[in-house]
């Protein structure tokens, strides 16, 4: 029975890509926000290169060269206290101080150029507050240092005139312009430090947060990836297990299994196909039992497998065995039917177990006879003959259980009828294989050997025995079985004599009375074969004093007396010729 496919809505391909492009997702999101903050960390140091460290240079030069004014102003003083004649060094001084006036008044304005670049950069953002403090404060350092430059030139005037009072007053005035030009320009170094200082400062915060958010979103992708992971990788892995149970559970012989799909991908339907299998092999063994007991399982299995399909026969030499109830007949005038139904089937259960265990085939039941054989491919070359032998001695064995089971089977405590039985055992050559007609067939064997087991199945109510072998039979078990000769028949459809044996027992465990017994009455054949009846009278006599019931014996009493009535019944080649089937 096929069962419904399911669809495949989450393959394991969409499963793996959908892991990968979480993975690849989150490495996007790190490259966004790593860029992002490199992105400031770069605005930030290309402020500090571009304005805030060339402007603090510039700032930084100012003071220098505001500085060095202050030098040639000192030199001035000093050369007017020491050497008043010199006026070629004194103009040189003050020539250099104004020179380095105009450069720092050039430098003021290259930084009030760059002050105003760095406030309309569009590419770089800047620290616009104090840029713009910046640009009002460097005027005010260019202005400062301007009066200070003309109150330096002031006091070279008053200095010249020689008017001590006016000098001094104008020197005292230097030194004020010249306390507010430093107080203007540690301002403006002291705002370029701290807006340096804070660009450098978030240019290292940036680097740490980069570092840190790329560390924070790396952990943050490594959990998701392994939690999505082990999550997909279970629901991979365990109908997989699921799988590999129901597997193992199918090789120990378990096919009620049934693995349950619980995904929708490629698992899903492998688990599909696992469970059509297994009903296919349900099904196949519901189909093994149902016609086992028709059949022999071997041979539904050989027909199944194809391997017992052989159309035309094969010819092969096996052993055939016989067994039907003495007396049948009687019993069923005695019993009602479902009585002969419930009989048959716990008779035939019983003394199937034998055939089986001795890996025989139950070949059919004709009536209440069972038909079975031994041989290739079932079993070995050369053990067909005894295993048929041990299955019918134990059949025999097992007569007493069966007649101990007649209450209950038949509902009877008074009146329960004597069973007894019959085996015929024949080797030979024989066909085996399916045969009938196209429609419906039977694998079975046919051949003279099928008969003549059927015939000694018969011949035992005329030697009084239970269980007969053929000569082949007796031959080819060899040492394994216990037997007494019974000397040569001809049975009805065959012209060729067959020797015959009484099956006693397995070979070695024959009881001294018995095997007594059967040398004496092996003895006594011989006699009678050798034509001295009255010898073989007295011996099969003795016989009966070792055992009253020996059938052989009586048989042999009875055939010797018909034929001391009838001279002409005796065949020359001492054959009994059986006439009845």
């Given at each position: 029975m096929a069962l419904p496919v399911p669809s495949l809505r989450r393959p394991i391909s969409l499963k793996v890509y959908s892991i990968a492009l979480g993975l690849l997702a989150l490495m996007v999101l790190v490259s966004a926000l790593s860029a992002h903050n490199l992105g400031r960390l770069s605005n930030e140091v290309a402020a500090l290169e571009k304005y805030y460290l060339p402007l603090d240079q510039q700032i930084s030069g100012v003071d220098t060269l505001i500085h060095q004014q202050n030098v040639h102003l000192e030199r001035i003083l000093l050369l007017q206290r020491l050497s008043p004649g010199d006026k070629a060094s004194i103009q040189r001084e003050s020539e250099l101080f104004d020179q380095r006036g105009i450069n720092a008044d050039q430098v003021v304005d290259s930084s009030l150029r760059l002050v105003n670049e760095a406030l309309a950069s569009t590419n770089t953002k800047v620290d616009r507050l104090t840029l713009t403090r910046l640009k009002d404060m460097l005027p005010v350092i260019q202005s400062a240092r301007q009066d200070y430059h003309a109150v330096f030139r002031k006091f070279l005037n008053e200095a010249q005139e020689g008017n001590a009072r006016s000098q001094q007053i104008v020197h005292d005035a230097l030194g004020r312009e010249r306390q507010s030009i430093n107080a203007h320009m540690e301002k403006a170094i002291v705002t370029?430090?701290?807006?340096?200082?804070?660009?450098?400062?978030?240019?290292?915060?940036?680097?740490?947060?980069?570092?840190?958010?790329?560390?924070?979103?790396?952990?943050?992708?490594?959990?998701?990836?392994?939690?999505?992971?082990?999550?997909?990788?279970?629901?991979?892995?365990?109908?997989?297990?699921?799988?590999?149970?129901?597997?193992?559970?199918?090789?120990e012989g378990d096919l009620s299994i049934n693995v349950e799909a619980s995904s929708a991908d490629e698992i899903a339907l492998l688990t599909t196909?696992?469970?059509?299998?297994?009903?296919?092999?349900?099904?196949?063994?519901?189909?093994?039992?149902?016609?086992?007991?028709?059949?022999?399982?071997?041979?539904?299995?050989?027909?199944?497998?194809?391997?017992?399909?052989?159309?035309?026969?094969?010819?092969?030499?096996?052993?055939?065995?016989?067994?039907?109830?003495?007396?049948?007949?009687?019993?069923?005038?005695?019993?009602?039917p479902e009585g002969v139904v419930r009989l048959l089937n716990r008779y035939f259960t019983v003394m199937s177990e034998p055939i089986r265990e001795h890996h025989g085939i139950v070949d059919k039941f004709i009536g209440d006879a069972i038909m079975a054989y031994w041989g290739p491919p079932f079993t070995g070359e050369?053990?067909?003959?005894?295993?048929?032998?041990?299955?019918?001695?134990?059949?025999?064995?097992?007569?007493?259980?069966?007649?101990?089971?007649?209450?209950?089977?038949?509902?009877?405590?008074r009146g329960l009828p004597q069973v007894d039985m019959r085996i015929g055992i024949s080797t030979g050559d024989l066909t085996i294989g399916n045969i009938g007609s196209e429609s419906v067939k039977g694998f079975t064997v046919i051949g003279d050997t099928v008969n003549l087991a059927s015939r000694l199945e018969g011949?035992?109510?005329?030697?009084?025995t239970r269980i007969l072998i053929a000569g082949e039979t007796r031959q080819l078990a060899g040492n394994a079985i216990e037997v007494r000769a019974l000397g040569s028949i001809r049975v009805v459809g065959k012209s060729d004599p067959v020797q015959i044996y009484e099956l006693l027992g397995r070979g070695g465990q024959l009881d001294p009375a018995m095997r007594e017994l059967r040398d004496l009455f092996e003895k006594a054949l011989e006699r009678y074969r050798g034509g001295t009846p009255d010898e073989a009278e007295a011996m099969f006599r003795s016989c009966l004093a070792l055992r009253a019931d020996d059938g052989p014996s009586l048989a042999m009493l009875e055939r010797i007396r018909y034929e001391r009535a009838h001279p002409d019944a005796r065949a020359p080649d001492n054959v009994w010729n059986i006439a009845t089937k």
């Open positions: 370029l430090g701290n807006m340096s200082e804070a660009s450098a400062a978030r240019a290292a915060a940036e680097e740490a947060n980069a570092v840190r958010l790329n560390w924070i979103i790396t952990g943050i992708a490594s959990v998701l990836g392994l939690f999505f992971a082990a999550v997909v990788t279970r629901r991979l892995v365990e109908p997989v297990r699921r799988l590999l149970r129901g597997t193992r559970a199918v090789e196909s696992f469970n059509s299998m297994v009903a296919g092999l349900r099904e196949k063994e519901r189909i093994r039992e149902t016609f086992g007991q028709y059949l022999d399982p071997r041979i539904v299995s050989g027909l199944l497998d194809d391997r017992l399909a052989s159309a035309g026969g094969e010819k092969k030499r096996m052993t055939v065995f016989f067994s039907d109830i003495a007396g049948f007949t009687g019993l069923g005038e005695q019993l009602a050369d053990d067909h003959a005894t295993l048929a032998c041990y299955a019918a001695l134990d059949q025999v064995a097992r007569l007493e259980r069966f007649r101990a089971m007649l209450p209950d089977v038949l509902g009877l405590r011949v035992n109510k005329a030697c009084g």
